[in-house]
T-cell receptor, first 111, second 113 residues
Framework: SQKIEQNSEALNIQEGKTATLTCNYT??????LQWYRQDPGRGPVFLLL?????KEKRKERLKVTFDTTLKQSLFHITASQPADSATYLC??????????FGTGTKLQVIP | ETGVTQSPTHLIKTRGQQVTLRCSSQ?????VSWYQQALGQGPQFIFQ???????GRGNFPPRFSGLQFPNYSSELNVNALELDDSALYLC????????????FGEGSRLTVL
């Protein structure tokens, strides 16, 4: 069955450093990989997506890589700030199918 | 531009009761998806509606049902509530494009006692 794995343990990082979150998947050939941010008790907020034929995508302090051979995406936040503290969800989509989410990784940026 | 709105924000029901959750999609979006999110888990896909027709369903029993209206707003109905139905129910709208970015509401927190 399709499986999306994100680090279940929280990631603690010092302010100003680069946070790197990992998303691995199996039994899936997604056309698109998306990242969302979710704050406690709130709905997820779309951040960015990367297509299967793209290796890297950037948006301001965010960078996403997508390796379809390794079946892995890395999500980087450079110059991290306490306001970046949240849970980050990886999501996959193949064609016109549903969007499938991972369990999320909680990021804590320490001042 | 109006975002996705959901109601009610919180509700408490008892086992065996029925509940209806409502969602207004973002302006210009014709596709609505519903997700269930248990504490500490990622959102789980319930079903999706496109132009008033269900066009995808996750691994949820038939007591989870839905509707989409001509204005693209939507309802999620859950019958015969069980304790495990306690969760955050998220509605997301999208333009229906193939890349499928979802725009979520703030959710309805359901507690079943």
């Amino acid at each position: 069955s399709q499986k999306i794995e994100q680090n279940s343990e929280a990631l603690n990082i010092q302010e100003g450093k680069t946070a790197t979150l990992t998303c691995n998947y199996t039994n899936y050939s997604p056309a698109y990989l998306q990242w969302y941010r979710q704050d406690p008790g709130r709905g997820p907020v779309f951040l960015l997506l990367i297509r299967e034929n793209e290796k890297e995508k950037r948006k301001e302090r965010l960078k996403v890589t997508f390796d379809t051979t390794l079946k892995q995406s890395l999500f980087h936040i450079t110059a991290s700030q306490p306001a970046d503290s949240a849970t980050y969800l990886c999501a996959l989509k193949g064609g016109y199918q549903k969007v499938t989410f991972g369990t999320g990784t909680k990021l804590q940026v320490i001042p | 531009e109006t975002g996705v709105t959901q109601s009610p924000t919180h509700l408490i029901k008892t086992r065996g009761q029925q509940v209806t959750l409502r969602c207004s999609s973002q302006s210009g979006h014709n596709t609505v998806s519903w997700y269930q999110q248990a504490l500490g888990q990622g959102p789980q896909f319930i079903f999706q509606y496109y132009r008033e027709e269900e066009n995808g369903r996750g691994n949820f029993p038939p007591r989870f049902s839905g509707l989409q209206f001509p204005n693209y707003s939507s309802e999620l109905n859950v019958n015969a509530l069980e304790l495990d139905d306690s969760a955050l129910y998220l509605c997301a709208s999208s333009s229906g494009g193939i890349s499928g970015e979802l725009f979520f509401g703030e959710g309805s927190r359901l507690t079943v006692l």
